[in-house]
T-cell receptor, first 113, second 114 residues
Framework: DAKTTQPNSMESNEEEPVHLPCNHS???????IHWYRQLPSQGPEYVIH???SNVNNRMASLAIAEDRKSSTLILHRATLRDAAVYYC??????????????FGKGTHLIIQP | DGGITQSPKYLFRKEGQNVTLSCEQN?????MYWYRQDPGQGLRLIYY???????QKGDIAEGYSVSREKKESFPLTVTSAQKNPTAFYLC?????????????FGEGSRLTVL
């Protein structure tokens, strides 16, 4: 069961880019990298996921290292509404059952106005 | 609107009482999940169901029970055997495959045992 490591907290300024790191040195070849975020007193929401190539969507970009042992979630221009806890999790192949469905403590992102 | 509805949002109970939390989805998703979150902590998986009439224990199933009689509904009972039931409970459903699917969460139920 592959695990991830994230910093407990990060701080950034409004309207600046934010790079949230995630280490997953024991990732297997079939593990997908998923990111979710959780605003205070709400359920998490999906942000993005990828396997090997970098991914972009309307919320963020996901940069995956060539060896896949780490990844970075990029918020291109942070707003106060991006202040949340960001979770990086790994999910494996179709036979994975509940693997990768537990969320660690994540990174608490603080945005300064 | 499609989504996950959890009720009640807040619940207070006396120690020793069983409590049932409701989770309903109209997204037509097969898989549903129950999580527990304690203050400052991540989410821990209690139970999950990948199809109607079938469910599996997660990491912290002791003291909890579930049923999945209908696709839309996945209620969670917190029994008196759960030693520390005060927590924030989140229900989710999944669209797509296990490895690539997107989880959709409800707004949560906050249970306080007095």
């Amino acid at each position: 069961d592959a695990k991830t490591t994230q910093p407990n907290s990060m701080e950034s300024n409004e309207e600046e880019p934010v790079h949230l790191p995630c280490n997953h040195s024991t990732i297997s070849g079939t593990d997908y990298i998923h990111w979710y975020r959780q605003l205070p007193s709400q359920g998490p929401e999906y942000v993005i996921h990828g396997l090997t190539s970098n991914v972009n969507n309307r919320m963020a970009s996901l940069a995956i290292a060539e060896d896949r042992k780490s990844s970075t979630l990029i918020l291109h221009r942070a707003t106060l509404r991006d202040a949340a806890v960001y979770y990086c999790i790994l999910r494996d192949g179709p036979g994975g059952g509940a693997d990768g469905l537990t969320f660690g403590k994540g990174t608490h992102l603080i945005i300064q106005p | 609107d499609g989504g996950i509805t959890q009720s009640p949002k807040y619940l207070f109970r006396k120690e020793g009482q069983n409590v049932t939390l409701s989770c309903e989805q109209n997204l037509n998703h097969d898989a549903m999940y129950w999580y527990r979150q304690d203050p400052g902590q991540g989410l821990r998986l209690i139970y999950y169901s990948q199809i109607v009439n079938d469910f599996q224990k997660g990491d912290i199933a002791e003291g909890y029970s579930v049923s999945r009689e209908k696709k839309e509904s996945f209620p969670l009972t917190v029994t008196s055997a759960q030693k520390n039931p005060t927590a924030f409970y989140l229900c989710a459903s999944m669209r797509g495959q296990v490895n690539t699917g997107e989880l959709f969460f409800g707004e949560g139920s906050r249970l306080t045992v007095l």
